[in-house]
C-alpha cells in the first residue's frame, strides 16, 4: 500500500493552506498546485483500488482512536470506485478550466482554484468518512465552496443563484444537525457502523423522523424534486466547468450519503419505496420541465436532476442488480453530463442569454467541439453504440427482475421526451443556418484534451462494458453486504 | 382561505414534531454503553487534559476540527474572490465621522488588553473554558475596535495571508508528523505532562495556538474586506 485515505483530505488541505504564499512568489503555481494535487488524488485512489481489490476494505482511524470514540475513514470497493470517479472528473474539470481568467486578474483566479480543489476534497470527504458528524462537515465545505463559485462572475444573476443556494443550504444544514441530534440522544454514538449496529434499540417514531430530516437535508445537494430549486440557476449562471463539477461530483457525493444511510444505518423496506417514489417524481417532472426550456445550460440542468431521479429508482429496487445499474448510471451521468457541459459552453460561448438558438449552424464553426456534443447526447439518450446505452439496459433488467412493470413503462416514455430535447439542439447543430454576426470562440488546446479524453471513454465504454463492469459488480456487492461493513469497521485493531 | 390551510397544516406538523421531540428526554439516561464516558476517562487518564470538550474536539474529534478551519478559510477566500473589484486602495476608507476624542484614545487603551486576552484563551484552551476560535474572535473585534475608531488604520494583506497560512500549515503538519510516525494522522507525538499543567495534553495546545492565530486572521481579513467595500 503506497499511501492510505487520509492523504485524500490532508494533502489538498495543505495544498489549499499553501498556494496563496506561493502565489505570492510565482504566480501560475496557483494554477499548476491544483492539478498536481488532483492527479495525485487520483493516482492514489487507483493505487488502493488496486490494494482493495487483493486484501480487501482499507478502514482507517484518525488520532489512534478506535471507531465508536474517534473518526474513522472506509476505502472499500463501492466508496473507492465513486473516490475515482470523482478525483478523475476532478483533475479533467482543472484541465478544463487551466487557463481560465488567465489574463484578467490574478487573485480570482487563485481563489477559483483553491475553491475548486477543496469542493473535490469535501466531495472525497464525504464518500469516504464513517462517521456522520464528520459527514456533515464535509458536506459544509462543500456547499460553502459551492456557493462561492456559483457567485463567481459577481452579476446580479449569479448573485441571485447563490443567495438561492446559500438559502437552502443553510437550511438544510440545520435539518441535519437535527437528525444527527436525534440519532446521538438515543445511541449515544456518531459512528456510522456502529448506529447501524444498533439501529433496532431505536423508537420507531424518532427513527422516521431522524431519516426524514436526514433525507430533507441531503435531498438538497441531491437535487430530490421539491428541493432542487437552487439547482437549475446554480448551472446557469456558474463558470462553465462548475456546472460539470456539480453534476459529476457534489450530486454523486450527496447521492451516497442517502444511500449509506438507507442501506446501511436505515435499512427497512419501506425507505426503498420511499427511494422509487421520489426518483420517479423528480425523474417525471425534471424531463418534462427539460423540454419545455429554451436555454442550453437550464436545459442540461434540469436533465441532470432527471438522470438524478433515475439513479434513486435505480436504488430503490432494492436488489443487487438494481445496485449495479445505478452505479452504472452514476459513472456513465458523471462522464457524459461533464462532456455536454463542458463542450455546451463553447457553443454557445460569448452569447448574451445562452439560449438553445444559438448553437444554430455551430457543426460547420466548431466541427470537433459539435461532434462530441453529439456524441453526448446520443450517450445520454441511451443509443446503442454509446455507453448510457449499457446504464439505461442495467436499470431495465433490474426492474424487469424484481417485476416492476409499471416502473418499465414509465422509464421508457420520459426517455422518450429526453430525446426529444438532445436531438433538438443536435439538430440544430448541424441542419440549421447561423445568423447572428456573433464571433465563435475556439477552445484551447488544454479544454479540447479534456473533452476529447471524456469522449473517447464514452464511446470505449460503449463498446467494451465489461472494462468496468467488475469494479461496479464488487462495489454493489459491498453496498449490500451491511454486516461485513458494521464488522470492518468495529473489529479493526490498530 | 390558501393561509387557513398553511396555517393549520402546520399546526398538525408542529404538533407531531413537537410530540416526538418531548419524547427524546433530554438529561434522562438512555445508553449505557454510548462514547460519552470513554471520552471522559481518556481524556483524564491518557491525554490528561482537564477540559474534556478541548480533548474532544481537538483530539478526539480533531479530524472535525480541521474541517470546521477549512470552511473558515473557504468563506474567506470566497468573499475575497467576490468582493475583489470592489476594494479600496489603503488609507481611503469611507468612515461617515470620525470617531470622538475619547473613542479614540480608548480604543487605543483596550487593544493590547484584547489582544492579550484572546491570547490567553487559545493558550490555556485545554485548562480553562474557550480555546482557538473563542481567542481567535477576541483578536479579531480587537481590529474591528481599531478599524472602525480609526480613520487610516490599515492592516497589511500580506501579513494577515502569512499568519493564515503559516497557521494552517502548522495545523497539518503536526498532523502529518503523527501519520509520518505513529502511523495515525493527529495523533499525539508529544509526552502529555501532568494534568492541570500549561504543557500538558501533548499536540493539543499547539493546536489549538495553530487554531486561534488562523481564526483570527480570517476573521480580521473577512471584517477588513468588507469594511474596504466601495458603494
Known sequence: ?494 | MKIAIILISLGILGFYLMDIFFGIGFGVQHFSNGVKDLYLSNSKDILKVSNVVTSIVVNFRGFDTLGEVTVLFLASTALGGILYKKRHHVGERSVLFPASRIVMSGAKLLFPSIVLLGAYVFIHGHLSPGGGFQGGTIIATGFLLMLLTYRNYSVSHNRLVYFESLAGILFISIGLVGYFSKGSFLENVLPVGNMNDLFSGGVIGIIYIAVGFKVAAELTGIIYTVLHEKD
Not at chain 1, 474517534?70 to 470497493?77: A, C, D, E, K, T
Not at chain 1, 436555454?295 to 434540469?302: C, F, G, I, T, V
Not at chain 1, 434513486?312 to 457524459?336: D, P, R, S, W
Open chain 1, 1 to 494: 500500500m503506497v499511501g492510505s485515505p487520509v492523504l485524500f483530505v490532508a494533502i489538498p488541505l495543505l495544498a489549499a493552506f499553501i498556494i496563496p504564499l506561493t502565489g505570492m512568489i510565482w504566480k501560475n503555481s496557483v494554477r499548476i498546485i491544483p492539478g498536481l494535487v488532483l492527479a495525485f488524488m487520483f493516482a492514489l485512489s487507483i493505487s488502493l483500488m488496486g490494494y482493495v481489490s487483493e486484501h480487501g476494505t482499507i478502514v482507517e482511524v484518525i488520532a489512534g482512536w478506535k471507531p465508536p470514540i474517534g473518526i474513522n475513514l472506509v476505502f472499500s470497493p463501492f466508496t473507492g470506485f465513486l473516490t475515482m470517479l470523482m478525483t478523475f472528473l476532478g483533475f479533467m474539470v482543472w484541465l478544463y478550466s487551466y487557463k481560465f481568467k488567465r489574463n484578467v486578474d490574478f487573485e480570482p483566479s487563485m481563489k477559483y482554484f483553491i475553491l475548486l480543489m477543496l469542493l473535490v476534497t469535501g466531495s472525497v470527504g464525504i464518500v469516504l468518512t464513517g462517521d456522520i458528524f464528520n459527514m456533515f462537515v464535509f458536506i459544509e465545505i462543500v456547499s460553502i465552496s459551492g456557493y462561492g463559485l456559483t457567485s463567481f462572475y459577481t452579476r446580479r444573476d449569479s448573485a441571485e443563484a447563490a443567495f438561492k443556494f446559500l438559502f437552502m443550504g443553510a437550511i438544510a444544514s440545520t435539518f441535519l444537525l437535527i437528525a444527527i441530534m436525534i440519532i446521538y440522544s438515543q445511541l449515544g454514538t456518531l459512528n456510522i457502523a456502529d448506529i447501524a449496529e444498533k439501529m433496532p434499540l431505536m423508537d420507531n417514531k424518532l427513527k422516521v423522523l431522524s431519516l426524514v430530516f436526514f433525507i430533507l437535508a441531503i435531498g438538497v445537494e441531491a437535487e430530490i424534486f421539491p428541493l432542487n430549486g437552487w439547482a437549475p440557476d446554480v448551472y446557469t449562471q456558474a463558470p462553465g466547468p462548475i456546472g460539470a463539477a456539480f453534476a459529476g461530483i457534489v450530486v454523486k457525493a450527496a447521492i451516497y450519503a442517502s444511500v449509506r444511510l438507507v442501506y446501511t444505518m436505515y435499512d427497512f423496506g419501506g425507505a426503498f419505496d420511499l427511494f422509487i417514489i421520489i426518483g420517479l417524481i423528480t425523474f417525471i417532472v425534471a424531463e418534462t420541465t427539460a423540454l419545455r426550456q429554451d436555454r442550453l445550460k437550464r436545459m442540461l440542468a434540469y436533465s441532470s436532476i432527471g438522470q438524478m431521479g433515475l439513479v434513486m429508482i435505480a436504488f430503490g429496487i432494492g436488489t443487487k442488480e438494481g445496485v449495479y445499474a445505478a452505479l452504472f448510471l452514476m459513472f456513465n451521468h458523471a462522464i457524459i453530463k461533464s462532456l455536454l457541459f463542458f463542450s455546451g459552453s463553447y457553443l454557445v460561448f460569448n452569447k448574451k442569454n445562452k439560449y438553445i438558438k444559438h448553437v444554430n449552424g455551430m457543426g460547420k464553426y466548431l466541427p470537433i467541439t459539435s461532434v462530441l456534443f453529439t456524441i453526448g447526447s446520443f450517450a445520454i439518450i441511451g443509443l446503442p453504440p454509446f455507453s448510457g446505452f449499457w446504464s439505461k439496459l442495467a436499470v431495465l433488467t433490474a426492474a424487469a427482475d424484481s417485476k416492476m412493470v409499471i416502473l418499465i413503462a414509465v422509464i421508457l416514455i420520459i426517455s422518450i421526451l429526453e430525446a426529444v430535447y438532445y436531438l433538438r439542439v443536435v439538430n440544430r447543430i448541424y441542419f440549421f443556418d447561423k445568423k447572428e454576426k456573433t464571433e465563435t470562440q475556439k477552445p484551447s488546446i488544454n479544454a479540447l484534451i479534456a473533452m476529447i479524453c471524456l469522449g473517447i471513454i464514452v464511446l470505449v465504454i460503449g463498446f467494451y462494458p465489461d472494462l468496468i463492469s467488475g469494479y461496479l459488480d464488487r462495489a454493489a456487492t459491498d453496498l449490500m453486504d451491511k454486516g461485513n461493513y458494521i464488522k470492518e469497521v468495529l473489529t479493526i485493531n490498530k
